[in-house]
């Protein structure tokens, strides 16, 4: 499954302890917070959330820095 532009962030920052995913999230409109909410829940009724693949997101944003 290919995942969109928020489904990622949403994995991403699922992967950040709790202190800096809130730092993150700070200047973020609540709408946007609400969406990618969302699409977390949807991707764990799915079934399409792992480990695995928040992993593969992790390294894919942590790729793009270093390009």
Same mark, same amino acid.
């Given at each position: 499954?290919? *995942? $969109? &532009?928020? /489904?990622?962030? +949403? =994995?991403? =920052? $699922?992967? *950040?302890?709790? !202190? +800096? !995913? +809130?730092? *993150? @999230?700070? &200047? #973020?409109? !609540?709408?946007? #917070?609400?969406? @990618? +909410?969302?699409? @977390?829940?949807? @991707?764990? %009724? !799915? &079934?399409?959330?792992? %480990? /695995?693949?928040? %992993?593969? #997101?992790?390294? /894919?944003?942590?790729?793009? =820095? /270093?390009?």
């Amino acid at each position: 499954m290919s *995942l $969109t &532009g928020k /489904q990622k962030a +949403a =994995l991403l =920052l $699922t992967s *950040l302890d709790p !202190a +800096a !995913a +809130a730092e *993150l @999230l700070k &200047g #973020v409109d !609540a709408r946007m #917070v609400q969406e @990618l +909410a969302v699409e @977390l829940s949807y @991707l764990d %009724a !799915a &079934g399409h959330r792992s %480990a /695995q693949q928040t %992993a593969d #997101v992790v390294r /894919q944003f942590c790729k793009s =820095l /270093q390009d």
